[in-house]
Nanobody, 121 residues
Framework: QVQLVESGGGLVQAGGSLRLSCAAS????????MAWFRQAPGMDREFVGA????????GYAASVKGRFTISRDNAKNTVYLQMNSLNPEDTAVYFC??????????????WGQGTQVTVSS
């Protein structure tokens, strides 16, 4: 069993930045890929980006590419989502997810509980 706990959400003005964290426990963190998703009110949950087990490769949705950066610190069992140039369309609950494998395949093994990000105009 893996527990994922997100933090760092909040209210920010358009153009601002936030850094989300996701702390993992319960399994060897460095053995699996991690991802971030988000869900806006009334919308489906959507993929934001992912990072492989070593942190040496990442991938992003087109809507956030160039603005968001995913990183991880395996010594701290934590994955981060740095969000810059935020706009109101980024308002959502942000979830971290753990994959079952070292490389991101789209499969989810565990979800966090989510953290709210609200961007005001």
């Amino acid at each position: 069993q893996v527990q994922l706990v997100e933090s760092g959400g909040g209210l920010v003005q358009a153009g601002g930045s936030l850094r989300l964290s996701c702390a993992a426990s319960g399994r060897t963190f460095s053995n699996y890929a991690m991802a971030w998703f988000r869900q806006a009110p009334g919308m489906d949950r959507e993929f934001v980006g992912a990072i492989i087990w070593s942190g040496t490769s990442t991938g992003y949705a087109a809507s956030v590419k160039g603005r968001f950066t995913i990183s991880r610190d395996n010594a701290k069992n934590t994955v981060y989502l740095q969000m810059n140039s935020l706009n109101p369309e980024d308002t959502a609950v942000y979830f971290c997810a753990a994959g079952p494998d070292r490389y991101w395949t789209g499969k989810i093994a565990y979800w966090g509980q989510g953290t709210q990000v609200t961007v005001s105009s």
